[in-house]
């Protein structure tokens, strides 16, 4: 299934993940929610300017990457600790695209 090609440990995908996924899917807002995300215009701001008003805004950030996330490569990551020296970058490995779910320790 899907989870288990972004998951580094396919044993991590399970009824409770499933669970956790889902429940927040049956709010009344849910479909409209994701529509808007699918359907919405790009952002008026680039990524790097985003993360430039971060700083600015002294907004504490912590960059998490899944080392054997196959979507979002850690590029992105390195990109963002240029500009947010400050924020501490952790790239955990053996985790995929939810590194939160896969080693929450």
Not at 12 to 39: M, W
Not at 46 to 58: A, Y
Not at 89 to 94: A, D, M, T, V
Request: charge should be negative.
């Amino acid at each position: 299934a899907l989870l288990g090609q972004v998951y580094a440990d396919a044993d991590r995908v399970g009824e409770s993940l499933v669970s956790r996924i889902v429940v927040p899917t049956r709010q009344p807002a849910a479909a409209s929610a994701f529509a808007s995300i699918l359907c919405s215009p790009g952002s008026e701001m680039s990524f790097d300017d985003m993360l430039s008003r971060l700083k600015e805004q002294g907004t504490a950030t912590c960059l998490l990457y899944g080392k054997e996330d196959p979507w979002i490569r850690p590029i992105w990551g390195y990109r963002a600790k240029r500009i947010l020296t400050e924020a501490p970058y952790l790239e955990l490995s053996p985790a995929g695209h939810c590194p939160h779910h896969e080693v929450p320790e």
